[in-house]
């Protein structure tokens, strides 16, 4: 839970975090994930944890409005 500014609300709010799995370019099935995950590994650790972030979108819904915002962090590890 964090508090922060809600554009809907126009104040700050309690925030609630959402993580949802974005579909993966590699397709959907478990196998196309694991050679995904091990093109990232081989690769070396670095692009590994990028290609796990970028599986992920995070947002963050209002709980007074349920407005929900894209709070993807990705771009700092870079
Ligand atoms: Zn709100």
């Known amino acids: 839970m ?40 081989f690769g070396g650790t670095a692009s590994a944890v990028g290609a796990s972030l970028d599986l992920v979108d995070r947002y963050v819904e209002c709980e007074k409005c349920q407005l929900r915002t894209l709070e993807n962090h990705g771009e700092e590890f870079q």
């Not at 964090?2 to 609300?9: I, K, L, S, V």
């Not at 975090?17 to 196309?32: A, D, H, R």
């Open 2 to 41: 964090a508090r922060q500014f809600c554009q809907q609300c126009e104040k700050v709010t309690e925030h609630k975090e959402i993580v949802k799995q974005k579909p993966s370019k590699y397709g959907s099935s478990k196998m196309e994930q694991f050679k995904a995950f091990l093109e990232g590994f």
